[in-house]
Nanobody, 124 residues
Framework: QVQLVESGGGLVQPGGSLRLSCTVS????????ISWFRQAPGKEREGVSC????????YFVDSVKGRFTISRDNAKNTVYLQMNGLKPEDTAVYYC?????????????????WGQGTQVTVSA
């Protein structure tokens, strides 16, 4: 079945780094945009970043620009989110999701398959 599985979350001190992975199965990764979303306690899920089918990168949240880098390896069926300079406000459950169509979007309604999420906690 079509599936996305996140990994790489954990507890990190402020200023630290994590690399999240999203491994997909039962579909051709190269044919879909893939987005990372996050949801903090009591807040709505927000789009963080997206990689398009052409390998383009979009960052939806101004506060992550320059700190987070999204990338994809179609041969490994995996999308990555490298997170550097982590801050306590980055604490959230991070989800990857498959986009509908060929363009990136931060709208949850334009994503049809979601992973189960991975917890990222930034705390001293």
């Amino acid at each position: 079945q079509v599936q996305l599985v996140e990994s790489g979350g954990g507890l990190v001190q402020p200023g630290g780094s994590l690399r999240l992975s999203c491994t997909v199965s039962e579909f051709t990764l190269a044919s879909y945009p893939i987005s990372w979303f996050r949801q903090a306690p009591g807040k709505e899920r927000e789009g963080v970043s997206c990689t398009s089918t052409s390998g383009g990168r979009t960052y939806f949240v101004d506060s992550v620009k320059g700190r987070f880098t999204i990338s994809r390896d179609n041969a490994k069926n995996t999308v990555y989110l490298q997170m550097n300079g982590l801050k306590p406000e980055d604490t959230a459950v991070y989800y990857c999701a498959r986009g509908i169509g060929r363009r990136c979007s931060s709208a949850t309604s334009l994503h049809d398959v979601w992973g189960q999420g991975t917890q990222v906690t930034v705390s001293a």
